[in-house]
């Protein structure tokens, strides 16, 4: 059990847990949420014992393992999945003993051990984990360093997940990740079997993957059961409660109050009085509810909207380099009232579409019409580092507004979310969310008909998350979304498009047909809510197919790694056994070694299967 009692913390000065107390037990799958700021990440640091509490204490049972993201992604040669295997300490040791093991104890020993960790299916699962977060067979087999630090992050991610710790402490893990990715997590983290605290402002993610929520407000916590539908809904009557509450005290505090303002002059009253004033002081104040609503979020309105297509695409080729076009022969139209969500696994085009739909990338060949004046607005998070870190809201308004009066760019400063000081407040001194909203508000400052999102939510807590949404739903012109997070895209997009294999498609299904296809496709077991299959094509193009011989190669050649890998294995077993006398000078010895030989037998049987199976595959889809 997670023992949380009595803890304070604080950081800079600033009291951010005040007194807290939390029990979590064993196995249970915990989402941290609180507004930003909250003190979430600095909970996560002093249950890993990075910072000290001020006061109360952490305990965590004496033999538990405590696993998070690495702050840093890996960066050397070593490929993805020797990464990822590595990220499990005891079994990567025990492997390197066994390699030169020469007592045949201490064989036995290690075969046993390695077998109740069911180490010979480690690669399995390893590559089932890359393969969900996005990485294919070919490049699980690459070095990391070849690979962006988003996708690095990720290699961190899988090897987090692979080593099962103990209690797992997540901190926003879908901000490296695409829908696709995201997907998979969800699916994953509900089937995590041990504990498990994830930091996270994604809706769905908190529905569906865990079964608890702790809330980290106005320094205290308190657990809820159950998904966020269900804290949202039991918070609000809580909160009612307490606000009657705090009615009902404030209104006996004036009773006592009055009594001893009448009656204290008097000395036939003056012992009631004294009572009273004694009363009151024992009086615990109840909390009052402090509201916390978080501002809303405003496009302004386009001046007038342009006849339709506002934006028309026609057998576009464009990219970087001419020779490796990122999307071929794109045809597409985009009119004042759509809501698309762009789809699709990171890496096949999707900014690259959004930035030739903004004007800022060229076609290699092919047309692109604008509408005559068509504003367009274009929100990305890379844009974040290009905002001036000495300057501030205020001077990032007065730029684009070089001749207004002080009092119209105070005005535009506010109907942004900074008004009063928080408008002269340094760039560098803004939170996450804030910096993200000053950049919503300068990419739309002008008024677009067309307004293009990419990845806006990542430094958005929940509520400002279904700010958004309400802005993204109230705007008149149209709106194009590239986002991980589901609840967006299914408040807001009425139009889906696939981004893959070089090519822009329209999508029939919603978003719950998109998540059994990915799902299905990374090799996870659907939940019986998913299992009401569309009937499958029999035809198989040519590219999957190719695709498909690929991986079977490689499941070939790794299941005769691994019959290679076993069969030394069984020759040391089988040497130390066939030791004189063994079985009745050390029978305890004996009867261990035989365990562990019918263990490794086991695992050949499999391994040898598993070349059976990959090689009648491959040879029925050679033909």
Same mark, same amino acid.
């Given at each position: ?55 109360? &204490? ?192 404030? =209104? ?35 909390? =009052? ?28 080729? *464009? ?10 022969? *794109? ?77 119209? *760019? ?80 299914? =408040? ?43 009937? &499958? ?87």
């Amino acid at each position: 059990m997670l023992s949380i009692t009595d803890i304070s913390i604080r950081i800079a000065g600033r009291l951010l847990i005040d007194h807290a107390t939390v029990q979590i037990v064993p196995g249970a799958r915990i989402g941290l949420v609180g507004r930003n700021g909250a003190g979430k990440s600095t909970l996560f640091q002093a249950i890993r014992g990075e910072i000290p509490t001020e006061s109360g &204490q952490i305990a965590l049972p004496p033999r538990w393992r405590v696993g998070s993201l690495a702050q840093e992604a890996p960066n050397g040669a070593e490929s993805l999945i020797d990464v990822v295997l590595a990220a499990d300490l005891e079994r990567a040791a025990l492997l390197r003993e066994a390699e030169t093991a020469q007592d045949p104890h201490r064989i036995a020993d290690i075969q046993t051990r390695l077998t109740d960790i069911d180490a010979h299916s480690a690669p399995a699962r390893a590559a089932a984990i890359l393969s969900g977060l996005g990485f294919s067979t070919a490049d699980q087999a690459r070095a990391c360093s070849e690979f962006s630090g988003g996708w690095r992050m990720r290699v961190a991610l899988a090897a987090t997940l692979f080593a099962e710790p103990d209690l797992l402490l997540l901190d926003e893990p879908t901000n490296y990740l695409d829908l696709e990715g995201t997907l998979w997590l969800e699916d994953h983290l509900a089937r995590y079997p041990r504990t498990m605290i994830v930091v996270s402002h994604d809706r769905d993610l908190l529905e569906n993957s865990v079964d608890q929520i702790l809330h980290l407000d106005r320094s205290k916590l308190t657990l809820y059961r159950g998904g966020y539908s269900s804290f949202e809904k039991q918070r609000a009557a809580r909160e009612l409660l307490d606000a009657k509450q705090v009615k009902r005290q404030e =209104a006996e505090r004036n009773r006592l109050q009055a009594f001893v303002d009448r009656f204290k002059a008097k000395a036939s009253k003056a012992r009631q009085a004294q009572s009273r004033v004694k009363m009151l002081e024992r009086m615990e104040p109840i909390a =009052a509810l402090v509201t916390q609503d978080v501002r809303e979020i405003v496009f302004p309105e386009p001046s007038k909207l342009l006849s339709p297509p506002i934006i028309a695409v026609n057998d576009v080729t *464009v990219g970087y380099e001419t020779e490796k076009p990122v999307l071929n022969r *794109v045809t597409l139209r985009i009119d004042n009232d759509d809501r698309i969500a762009l789809l699709g696994q990171n890496g096949n085009g999707k900014s690259t579409l959004v930035k030739l739909l903004a004007g800022r990338l060229a076609p290699f060949s092919g047309h692109v019409t604008r509408a005559d004046k068509l504003v367009v607005g274009y929100f990305a998070q890379h844009q974040l580092d290009e905002l001036n870190e000495d300057g501030t809201p205020y001077s990032h308004i007065r730029r684009l507004l070089p001749d207004a009066p002080e009092a119209k *760019v105070r005005a535009r400063a506010g109907a942004i979310g900074f008004s009063a000081a928080a408008a002269d407040t340094p760039v560098k001194n803004l939170s996450g969310g804030e910096k993200a909203r000053l950049l919503l508000g300068l990419a739309t400052f002008f008024g677009p008909q067309l307004i293009i999102l990419d990845e806006p939510t990542n430094h958005l807590d929940i509520d400002s998350r279904a700010a958004l949404a309400e802005a993204i739903n109230e705007f008149p012109g149209a709106v194009i979304m590239v986002s991980h997070d589901r609840y967006l895209i299914d =408040a807001c997009a009425d139009r889906l498009w696939v981004v893959a294999d070089r090519a822009v498609t329209p999508y029939d299904g919603d978003l719950d047909d998109y998540r059994r296809e990915v799902l299905s496709a990374r090799g996870l077991r659907t939940s019986p809510r998913d299992r009401r299959e569309k009937p &499958q094509s029999t035809e198989t193009p040519r590219s999957k197919t190719t695709v498909g011989q690929t991986s079977l190669r490689q499941k070939i050649a790794d299941a005769e790694a691994e019959v290679e890998r076993i069969t030394a294995i069984i020759a040391k077993i089988d040497a130390a056994l066939a030791l004189p006398d063994i079985f009745t000078r050390e029978p305890a010895k004996a009867a261990q070694l035989s365990k562990a030989r019918s263990a490794a037998a086991q695992a050949l049987q499999r391994a040898e299967d598993e070349w059976l199976m990959a090689s009648s595959s491959l040879e029925a889809a050679s033909g």
